[in-house]
């Protein structure tokens, strides 16, 4: 999961692996949990919040410009970004909007 922008799944995953030695017996060999990675998480989520801010600028710029390409190009951008954080909900939002500059 370190290897993607999903900060968010990152967190999910480290919370259910943490319940699961809970639920486990003592006598089965589960790997010790690792340190939860503060730092990767919030360097992550910066990192996103930086590029959604200049995609939605670039959008904001093509819907200026008028030229539907650039814009349904810019709902792309910013429904890939989204879908690699695992936000989901908002990436359907920009394909919808997309389909209106198709």
Same mark, same amino acid.
């Given at each position: 999961?370190?290897?993607?922008?999903?900060?968010?799944?990152?967190?999910?995953?480290?919370?259910? &692996?943490? #319940? $699961? /030695?809970?639920?486990? #017996?003592?006598?089965?060999? *589960? /790997?010790?949990?690792?340190?939860?990675?503060?730092? &990767? *998480?919030?360097?992550?989520?910066?990192?996103?919040?930086? @590029?959604?801010? =200049?995609?939605?600028?670039? @959008?904001?710029?093509?819907? *200026?410009?008028? =030229?539907?390409?650039?814009?349904?190009?810019?709902? *792309?951008? @910013?429904?890939? @970004?989204? $879908?690699?954080?695992?936000?989901?909900?908002?990436?359907?939002?920009?394909?919808?909007?997309?389909?209106?500059?198709?």
């Amino acid at each position: 999961l370190k290897r993607t922008t999903n900060a968010k799944g990152y967190s999910e995953a480290y919370a259910a &692996w943490k #319940d $699961m /030695p809970e639920a486990a #017996d003592a006598s089965s060999q *589960v /790997p010790s949990l690792p340190q939860f990675d503060t730092v &990767w *998480v919030e360097a992550t989520q910066k990192q996103a919040s930086s @590029l959604k801010s =200049i995609y939605e600028q670039e @959008l904001h710029q093509a819907k *200026v410009t008028q =030229i539907k390409e650039t814009v349904f190009a810019s709902h *792309v951008q @910013l429904t890939d @970004l989204c $879908m690699d954080q695992g936000d989901y909900a908002t990436a359907l939002k920009y394909v919808s909007k997309s389909r209106e500059y198709c």
